[in-house]
């Protein structure tokens, strides 16, 4: 608003510099005045700039949390912490029972199905729950491993929601494992 005002000011200046004889130092002072309006206006028209997309930055960054911070807490197969794998406490809950036979334990390593069940399987977990990252992991992988390249379209969404929820504080270690290898994926490619 400051800056709006600054530029009247200046406009109206420059408008008013004719009324001043040509020669003389009047007139030179009513330019340097024109000229630092001006210079205001600018820096703080700049400021003003800066600080709104500033807070559109941020703005972004509450709605991302807002939206992917539970989905930040949960392992590869939708299990929240301290449940799951391993544990002797066992979550049933939509999630979690869509990916409960899409998998087999091989000593600590967990293998995915694959094919065309646990296709259809992993596309019901992505029309359910877009935003969890591993369903599209898994049918990129299904993809992949078949040579379709309907795997890269997956692995890029993977990669963008996997992006969010690593910013997040407190997220599961499974989505930097699969943000990493991704993204080789795609380099290779």
Not at 65 to 89: F, H, K, M, Q, T
Not at 138 to 161: D, N, P, T
Request: some cysteine; proline content about 3%; overall charge positive.
């Amino acid at each position: 608003m400051i800056a709006v005002a600054l530029l009247i000011i200046s406009f109206l200046s420059l408008v008013g510099v004719r009324f001043i004889p040509r020669a003389g130092r009047w007139r030179r002072a009513w330019y340097i005045f024109c000229i630092a309006n001006l210079s205001a206006a600018a820096i703080l028209s700049i400021s003003s700039w800066k600080k709104s997309h500033r807070v559109l930055g941020l703005e972004k960054q509450i709605v991302a949390v807002r939206e992917y911070s539970w989905i930040a807490r949960l392992d590869a197969l939708g299990n929240p912490p301290g449940g799951g794998v391993g544990s002797d406490i066992k979550y049933n809950n939509e999630l979690t029972n869509l990916l409960s036979e899409m998998y087999t334990l091989k000593g600590k390593q967990i293998i995915m199905e694959r094919g065309s069940r646990a296709e259809q399987r992993y596309r019901e977990v992505i029309d359910k729950y877009p935003k969890f990252p591993f369903g599209h992991y898994f049918l990129a992988l299904c993809f992949r491993e078949r040579g379709s390249v309907e795997w890269q379209r997956h692995a890029r969404e993977a990669v963008r929601i996997l992006k969010i929820t690593t910013q997040i504080d407190g997220h599961n270690s499974n989505h930097d494992e699969v943000l990493n290898k991704v993204s080789s994926w795609l380099e290779q490619n």
